[in-house]
């Protein structure tokens, strides 16, 4: 089993910046890849952003593109989000999801962290 813990969610203002981190544990070694998924009220969960765990690619929902920035840490199991200029839609609660596949679908991941919020002020 894996085991996720996310942190850094919190209320920012339009234009102001998040990290969030996701922390492993457990058998971390059977995840290819690790991504990031929000959900707003009444809305679906969404894709914003997933790594590869070993060659470290990455992928970004076109709404995050240019905005956001995964990255991992091996040596301490952790990925991070970095999320600068922010915006009101951008608000959500945030999830870090593991897996064995590479994929943009909630679908395709096994391990789920609680999830942190974010809320942008206008």
């Known amino acids: 089993q894996v085991q996720l813990v996310e942190s850094g969610g919190g209320l920012v203002q339009a234009g102001g910046s998040l990290r969030l981190s996701c922390a492993a544990s457990?058998?971390?070694?059977?995840?290819?890849?690790m991504a990031w998924f929000r959900q707003a009220p009444g809305k679906e969960r969404e894709f914003v952003s997933v790594?590869?765990?070993?060659?470290?690619?990455?992928y970004y929902a076109d709404s995050v593109k240019g905005r956001f920035t995964i990255s991992r840490d091996n040596a301490k199991n952790t990925v991070y989000l970095q999320m600068n200029n922010l915006k009101p839609e951008d608000t959500a609660v945030y999830y870090c999801?593991?897996?064995?596949?590479?994929?943009?679908?909630?679908?395709?991941?096994?391990?789920w962290g609680q999830g942190t919020q974010v809320t942008v002020s206008s």
């Open positions: 999801a593991g897996g064995s596949y590479y994929h943009r679908s909630h679908t395709r991941y096994d391990y």
């Open positions: 457990g058998r971390t070694f059977s995840m290819y890849a």
């Open positions: 790594i590869n765990w070993s060659a470290g690619n990455t």
